[in-house]
């Protein structure tokens, strides 16, 4: 069974950063694109950024780009999300999803990923 875990949310103000991480286990994601996207409320979810297999590629949408830097470790199967500057239109719950191995492809599409976490919850207050 494969299982994504989101941790790192937490309640921070205005200008702080957070580091999200996400543990896949159950099987590893070989040669598989994965990416974060986050959902407001009320809102659809919407693509935050998205990471190649060996991490040379990453694309971010541009609310991100400059403050958030989307990596990864192989070895420990872990994604991580570092969200610097952070503003309070963050405010969402996140999620890490991962493609399907062996597709290694970065896509801001969310039908393209086919495991998903159960989210984190990440609050930024003004």
């Known amino acids: 069974q494969v299982q994504l875990v989101e941790s790192g949310g937490g309640l921070v103000q205005a200008g702080d950063s957070l580091r999200l991480s996400c543990a896949a286990s159950?099987?590893?994601?070989?040669?598989?694109?994965m990416g974060w996207f986050r959902q407001a409320p009320g809102k659809v979810r919407v693509f935050v950024g998205t990471i190649s297999w060996f991490g040379g590629i990453t694309d971010y949408a541009d609310s991100v780009k400059g403050r958030f830097t989307i990596s990864r470790d192989n070895a420990k199967n872990t994604l991580y999300l570092q969200m610097n500057s952070l503003k309070p239109d963050d405010t969402a719950v996140y999620y890490c999803a991962a493609r399907r191995g062996g597709s290694g492809s970065i896509s801001a599409s969310p039908s393209n990923y086919n495991y998903w976490g159960q989210g984190t919850q990440v609050t930024v207050s003004s």
């Open positions: 159950g099987r590893p994601f070989t040669s598989a694109a």
